[in-house]
């Protein structure tokens, strides 16, 4: 089962079920859900939104698709397959080692994010720092797990990441990767049950600029070096999350160093089990101090 989270054209938001082209709004007691954690948070979300569920669809194409969060933290991974650690051990030559070491410990690299306000949806514009000149998407498989970290399903996490300032430094890496419209999710949260199995899951990257595809690669995410459950167990030590969490779980996609994105480029992340999250590349310039 597919959740969005949607606003029509009297700007009313509202939780749907997504079938191919048509939404089923959730209604409890006539009043439409707003939230989709009122869903993550229930023991069995499949039955519940099942029994929420309107015989009434919606077509897909009156509404505006939201990024699929609440009020939700988002967290990342980092380093967790072979690919993302070789690129960045390239473009931080004085801090190399870390990625190395990083990779193979048992803690691994975990870092906020995003709060919802930084967070774009399908389609809404993701941003590249006006102080950087190398930056890239990551595609990332993305954990959401509700306040008892129970992972309830799984979305499409795009982790924008400027590499000129990441590589410059390891401690500016909270500047290359947490700024305004920084992190994309959705279209949709698939619940947990309905995901394929980790074997069967492939991330596919698309950067499109105009009619030229820039840059287009897959990965399974069975080359991932760490599993789900080990992730969460490391991000809820000593933390709490009451209104639940999202995680990007790493990127194994990393374009070679030659290449980096444009304004009015076209982002496509494709998950197996979800959908495709696009967003188009924005940038502004900043008073520099
Ligand atoms: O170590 C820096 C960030 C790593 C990351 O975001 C990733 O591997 O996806
Ligand atoms: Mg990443």
């Known amino acids: 089962m597919k959740l969005v989270k949607v606003i029509d054209d009297q700007q009313k938001i509202f939780v749907a079920v997504w079938e191919e082209d048509l939404l089923y709004p959730l209604q409890s007691q006539g009043r439409w859900l707003h939230h989709l954690s009122e869903v993550l948070e229930h023991v069995d979300p499949i039955a519940f939104a099942s029994s929420l569920r309107s015989p009434h669809s919606v077509p897909l194409e009156q509404v505006t698709m939201l990024a699929p969060i609440d009020q939700q933290e988002v967290w990342a991974a980092g380093v967790t397959y072979k690919r993302s650690r070789s690129a960045r051990m390239e473009e931080s030559e004085s801090a190399a080692d870390c990625y190395d ?9 975990l870092f906020f ?11 809404e514009p993701l941003r590249i720092r006006h102080d950087s000149k190398w930056n890239v998407p990551e ?3 993305t954990l959401v797990l509700n306040s008892r970290l129970e992972l309830v399903g799984f979305t499409i996490g795009n982790d924008m990441s400027s590499r000129d300032i990441e590589g410059d430094n390891p401690l500016y890496l909270p500047q290359a ?5 920084c992190c994309g999710l959705g279209p949709c949260i698939t619940l947990a049950q309905a995901m394929p199995t980790v074997a069967e899951i492939e991330i596919q990257l698309q950067i499109s600029r105009g009619d030229q595809t820039m840059f287009a690669e897959r990965i399974g995410v069975d080359q991932m070096a760490r599993g789900f459950q080990e992730l969460i167990g490391w991000l809820g030590r000593d933390q709490s999350f009451p209104s ?12 070679d160093s030659s290449f980096t994105l444009a304004v009015d480029d076209v982002v496509s992340i494709s998950i197996s089990g979800i959908g495709t999250l696009s967003n188009r590349i924005v940038q502004f310039g900043g008073a520099e101090q």
């Open 177 to 181: 990767k947490v700024y305004d419209q």
């Open 244 to 255: 639940g969490v999202f995680l990007l779980t790493g990127t194994g996609i990393v374009p």
């Open 101 to 109: 070491r990083v990779y193979q410990s048992p803690r691994p690299e």
């Open 139 to 141: 595609p990332e498989l």
């Open 113 to 123: 994010k995003a709060s919802p306000h930084r967070v774009a949806g399908p389609h």
